[in-house]
T-cell receptor, first 116, second 117 residues
């Protein structure tokens, strides 16, 4: 079955450590996205990529980094520079294109990161 | 500036009744797409319904329908015959142009819906 897989589901990190969240999709989508979700804040865009080897900063990119070496994979690294990393992180993918039907985003199950 | 506004942080509805979740948006584009997603307590995001700006009919998908008023820039989600399993967060979203002309899904802050038996 096609879909998006995020791992791990729960992640604990000590302050000052970098940590990488995995996101893999087999939907053959060109576009991939990372969102951060905090209570009452909705989904805020961290980074997005429309094509392999290219990505763009979203609204809250500071303290995060990404790579897009393969179409299927879009890992997110939360660096020690991120001041408040405890949050729920969602990865999504979609076809490229503008705003038509079938451009909805497909989401992974999410990773809940806690800094201890 | 917030592009998607959901003014209802929380809503309550009796089982089997209908409920409307509000969404207004801001865009200068003439052609755009609007989406609604459901997020149960498990955290997954489930796509519910899509409305294109040039669609003449309001979108419907089973018990979900969209009350689309283009001039008012509103796209309210109507859930008919509410069920206990409808209790979840609901997000309104729009694809908008980002850097380099690419289209990015942008989300509102969500509405928490609780269905009472």
């Amino acid at each position: 079955d096609g879909g998006i897989t995020q791992s791990p589901k729960y992640l604990f990190r000590k302050e000052g450590q970098n940590v990488t969240l995995s996101c893999e999709q087999n939907l053959n989508h060109d576009a991939m996205y990372w969102y951060r979700q905090d209570p009452g804040q909705g989904l805020r865009l961290i980074y997005y990529s429309q094509i392999v080897n290219d990505f763009q900063k979203g609204d809250i990119a500071e303290g995060y980094s990404v790579s897009r070496e393969k179409k299927e994979s879009f890992p997110l690294t939360v660096t020690s520079a991120q001041k408040n990393p405890t949050a729920f992180y969602l990865c999504a993918s979609s076809i490229n294109g503008d705003r038509g039907r079938n451009t909805e985003a497909f989401f992974g199950q999410g990773t809940r990161l806690t800094v201890v | 500036a917030q592009k998607i506004t959901q003014t209802q942080p929380g809503m309550f509805v009796q089982e089997k009744e209908a409920v409307t979740l509000d969404c207004t948006y801001d865009t200068s584009d003439q052609s755009y797409g609007l989406f609604w997603y459901k997020q149960p307590s498990s955290g997954e995001m489930i796509f519910l319904i899509y409305q294109g700006s040039y669609d003449e009919q309001n979108a419907t998908e089973g018990r979900y329908s969209l009350n689309f008023q283009k001039a008012r820039k509103s796209a309210n989600l109507v859930i008919s015959a509410s069920q206990l399993g409808d209790s979840a967060m609901y997000f309104c979203a729009m694809r908008e142009v980002g850097a380099g002309g690419s289209y990015i899904p942008t989300f509102g802050r969500g509405t928490s819906l609780i269905v009472h038996p």
